[in-house]
């Protein structure tokens, strides 16, 4: 069982940035319309004509979890 440890571990990290990147880093309001970023970088933008405008992601999943990772270290440091 011990053998499959790290496989287990990475894959639970994978799903977890998954999860992690389709969260809101931040919304933003202006004359331009409302910008709502993702975790991953991919953005839904509203006009204030009503049009919307979707991206798609900026960061792969690695990167995902990488910045998962950094998010989580900078809480705990400032918990603790």
């Given at each position: 069982?011990?053998?499959?440890?790290?496989?287990?571990?990475?894959?639970?990290?994978?799903?977890?940035?998954?999860?992690?990147?389709?969260?809101?880093?931040?919304?933003?309001g202006d004359q331009n319309g409302f910008k709502i970023e993702f975790n991953d970088g991919s953005y839904t933008l509203e006009t204030p004509s009503g049009k919307?405008?979707?991206?798609?992601?900026?960061?792969?999943?690695?990167?995902?979890?990488?910045?998962?990772?950094?998010?989580?270290?900078?809480?705990?440091?400032?918990?603790?």
């Amino acid at each position: 069982m011990g053998q499959y440890k790290d496989l287990v571990e990475k894959q639970r990290k994978l799903l977890e940035a998954e999860e992690w990147a389709k969260k809101v880093k931040y919304i933003l309001g202006d004359q331009n319309g409302f910008k709502i970023e993702f975790n991953d970088g991919s953005y839904t933008l509203e006009t204030p004509s009503g049009k919307m405008i979707e991206t798609e992601p900026t960061l792969t999943l690695d990167e995902c979890v990488t910045r998962m990772s950094e998010e989580k270290a900078d809480a705990d440091r400032f918990r603790n």
